[in-house]
T-cell receptor, first 112, second 113 residues
Framework: EPEVTQTPSHQVTQMGQEVILRCVPI?????FYWYRQILGQKVEFLVS????????KSEIFDDQFSVERPDGSNFTLKIRSTKLEDSAMYFC??????????FGPGTRLLVL | GDSVTQMEGPVTLSEEAFLTINCTYT??????LFWYVQYPGEGLQLLLK?????DKGSNKGFEATYRKETTSFHLEKGSVQVSDSAVYFC????????????FGKGTRLSVIA
């Protein structure tokens, strides 16, 4: 069964450093998403992406964040200058239409 | 805005007990409703869904019925197992544009032998 994959599974970085989180969505899916889950809290939407552009973003998704689909298979989330409060589990998801979203296993980001 | 409210956890049950996790929602229009499960150390897995009123989603012995009149989507299982220990998230998506999933806070379930 096809699944969403994410790399790395864990990332530790110093405050102020840039990180890139990578996702490979399910191959025939058209809509892509990033969510995050701060430890013990609810899953929060960051951004959605369709047809090579951002279709919606939350207030969390400020100028420090960017997304890209560089090669037609990968979908990346970049955090330009990480802050302590960016420590969270980041989930990528994809869907065929604007309906059932399938999630990857997540990348746990720790900012020191 | 759209929102999902789940019962507070944690919920601790003995094996073979009956499980109910309450979920109610507020949404414009007619959302689709989902339950996702997060096992310890893992990501979110879709457990079941329902896309219109009176639909019943079911999977792995879990069931939930989309009740428009009470704006609810309670998760039930007749006999829980230790392997059901996880965090359960109720979520909705509306159909106006490319809107994201809106999640509840999650309910942690612990099943003891």
């Amino acid at each position: 069964e096809p699944e969403v994959t994410q790399t790395p599974s864990h990332q530790v970085t110093q405050m102020g450093q840039e990180v890139i989180l990578r996702c490979v969505p399910i191959s025939n899916h058209l809509y892509f998403y990033w969510y995050r889950q701060i430890l013990g809290q609810k899953v929060e939407f960051l951004v959605s992406f369709y047809n090579n552009e951002i279709s919606e973003k939350s207030e969390i998704f400020d100028d420090q964040f960017s997304v890209e689909r560089p090669d037609g298979s990968n979908f990346t989330l970049k955090i330009r200058s990480t802050k302590l409060e960016d420590s969270a589990m980041y989930f990528c998801a994809s869907s065929v239409q604007q309906e059932t979203q399938y999630f990857g296993p997540g990348t746990r980001l720790l900012v020191l | 805005g759209d929102s999902v409210t789940q019962m507070e956890g944690p919920v601790t049950l003995s094996e073979e007990a009956f499980l109910t996790i309450n979920c109610t929602y507020t949404a414009t229009g007619y959302p689709s409703l989902f339950w996702y499960v997060q096992y310890p150390g893992e990501g979110l897995q879709l457990l079941l869904k329902a896309t219109k009123a009176d639909d019943k989603g079911s999977n792995k012995g879990f069931e939930a019925t989309y009740r428009k009149e009470t704006t609810s989507f309670h998760l039930e299982k007749g006999s829980v197992q230790v392997s059901d220990s996880a965090v359960y998230f109720c979520a909705l998506i509306t159909h106006s544009g490319n809107t994201p999933l809106v999640f509840g806070k999650g309910t942690r379930l612990s099943v003891i032998a």
